[in-house]
């Protein structure tokens, strides 16, 4: 590997000059109309040791319509191409099929040796499936590498050996001249997706589980997915190229919030001769990691601290050492620093580790909400979205169609933005040689393992419960219990003696509330009481 320092400065200089001479060449880009109001947008992030289908993503990205508007939805994919784990795979959303052959002979062919080209498969009318009412994109897909010859001169200009690093800067400067050409124009035609290896982003005006059904990816494996649904803040609000995920190179973010300081990080990367395409603050973030990344090859420690920087008591908390070279990153990145309410969750491939990573990323204020869970056992599974309820219908739609698959997670925790114990971020790591029981980890800021052990006497959650057996419990019936004690009192009994039962008696109980408070609205009243304090 090339000097890091040399590779970083000639990147960024060879940038500078690539990027004023296409501004030069490049018409003023026409206004985007106006932005929309701050909304929360709904997030989920799901990873395994082995691949997932796109179905299971159904019910938890519906139960977060409330948190998108119907104006964008997307989805990413990592980790869903084994056979092709060393190609890029070129994403190109054709918003104008008639500029397909136009396109590929300016921007494909003379570059590329294409491996495998296909059109995305969909439905026949959009207008079938869901809400739906934007046809999403004709979507072609290229498997490709640099041709040796394109990539030796491109090697020579930038005055550095040919290299898998010199390789990715060309793919990422040609989407880029690509999205100037097609996307850059009042008409827009088309636009790059996503251009990384063994990872796919699929997007469009509408709802994120419409996106899933219009492209047909309910039998579609990956090893990590994320989906949003969009409340757009900024951007081309009604336009397929505004729907969230981005791309960096070999990473898709996705974004709950709103960056206050969007001008100051989009002069801090024009800098540094990265300019955005598509004026969403989400753009910029996946910009940032990109950068971080790629260019100056940070470890994701780093990364996480450069983008939310450890303030305050955390800060004072750390070792002597790391506050060293955490000054330092904040006197070189603190410009570029998100600033306001965010929520990242990252899918990204790792292909010289044949890895996949989820990450999700809290800033420090943790104005935005987020949950973290880990499912241990033969399949294991790794979770991060903006709100339970999301994580909770994923595991209990996989558990209906797999066995191995419990319905609740083995450990749910929320993280604290830049805390010095943990750093308010979290990585899964899937690596599919790996031998069992280590295909996926997780890991905080920091590096340290996240356990999901509980104590030694607690048996594992069964997967599979007697769920119509209501004789367990230790009590007769607790519907009498209720009926006689009220609420409260039946509430301090059964934490008394809740410590000593299975979860088997514990399932029984339950069953037996739930049955007394379907008989009458005044029992529905009375369990409902009782369930909410259990909850709390």
């Known amino acids: 590997m090339m000097d890091s320092r040399r590779f970083a400065e000639t990147v960024i200089r060879t940038r500078r000059a690539w990027e004023a001479k296409r501004r030069a060449d490049q018409p003023t880009l026409p206004p985007t109309g106006k932005e929309a ?49 060393k190609h890029f795979a070129l994403h190109v959303a054709l918003l104008d099929e008639s500029v397909r052959a136009k396109l590929e002979s300016r921007f494909i062919e003379p570059h590329f040796a294409i491996e495998q080209v296909e059109q995305l498969a969909h439905v026949h009318d959009f207008r079938d499936v869901g809400r739906l009412e934007v046809r999403p994109p004709e979507v072609v897909r290229y498997f490709v590498r640099v041709k040796q010859d394109v990539l030796d001169i491109f090697a020579t200009e ?24 097609y996307y850059q ?54 336009h397929p190229g505004g729907a969230h995920p981005f791309a960096g190179l070999d990473e898709a973010l996705v974004h709950n919030g709103d960056l206050a300081n969007y001008q100051a990080i989009v002069e801090y990367l024009g800098q540094r001769g990265i300019e955005p395409r598509f004026l969403t603050d989400t753009e910029v ?57 965010f929520f990242f969750i990252l899918a990204r491939t790792l292909p010289q580790e044949d890895q996949v990573q989820l990450i999700g990323i809290t800033d420090t204020s943790m104005l935005r909400p987020q949950v973290f869970a880990f499912h241990q056992g033969e399949v294991q599974i790794g979770l991060v979205a903006s709100e339970k309820q999301a994580i909770d219908a994923y595991l209990e739609e996989l558990s209906s169609v797999d066995p191995r698959v419990a319905p609740l997670a083995d450990r749910t925790w929320n993280a604290r933005g830049g805390s010095y114990t943990d750093g308010g971020a979290f990585v899964f790591t899937a690596s599919p040689t790996a ?12 590096g340290k393992a996240v356990r999901v052990d509980g104590p030694a006497e607690q048996p ?27 609420a409260d009192n039946a509430f301090d009994r059964a934490t008394r003696r809740m410590p000593t039962w299975s979860f088997e008696e514990v399932e029984a109980m339950l069953g037996h509330v739930v049955d007394w408070a379907k008989e009458a609205n005044r029992n529905a009243e009375v369990a409902l009481a009782f369930l909410t304090q259990l909850l709390d």
């Open 37 to 85: 109001a701050e909304g929360g947008c709904g997030v989920i992030g799901v990873i395994a040791s082995e691949p997932v289908t796109g179905r299971q993503l159904f019910r938890p990205l519906s139960q977060m319509n409330n948190r998108g508007n119907g104006k964008g939805g997307g989805i990413a994919v990592a980790g869903c191409f084994p056979e092709h784990p």
């Open 285 to 341: 973030a996946a910009l940032l990691f990109d950068l971080y990344n790629r260019v100056y090859r940070y470890s994701l420690e780093h990364i996480c601290e450069a983008l939310a920087p450890t303030t305050e008591r955390d800060f004072a908390m750390l070792p002597k050492d790391k506050q060293r070279v955490y000054r330092a990153l904040r006197a070189s990145h603190l410009h570029g620093s998100p600033d306001g309410p």
């Open 435 to 446: 031998g069992a029981g280590e295909r996926l980890t997780c890991a905080d800021k920091f």
């Open 158 to 181: 930038l005055g550095l050996p040919p290299s898998d690093e010199i390789e990715a800067e060309f793919v990422s400067r040609n989407s880029c001249a690509l999205n100037d050409a």
């Open 185 to 238: 124009t009042e008409q827009p035609q088309a636009f790059v997706l996503s251009h990384g290896r063994n990872l796919m982003i699929l997007k469009g005006v509408g709802f994120a589980e419409d996106i899933l059904r219009y492209y047909q990816l309910e039998e579609f494996g990956g090893l990590a997915w994320i989906g949003h649904q969009r409340y757009p803040t900024r951007g081309r609000v009604w």
């Open 460 to 486: 594992p959650y069964p997967i599979r419960l007697p769920r119509n057996d209501r004789t367990a419990s230790n009590e007769a019936d607790w519907s009498t219990v209720l009926d006689a004690a009220g």
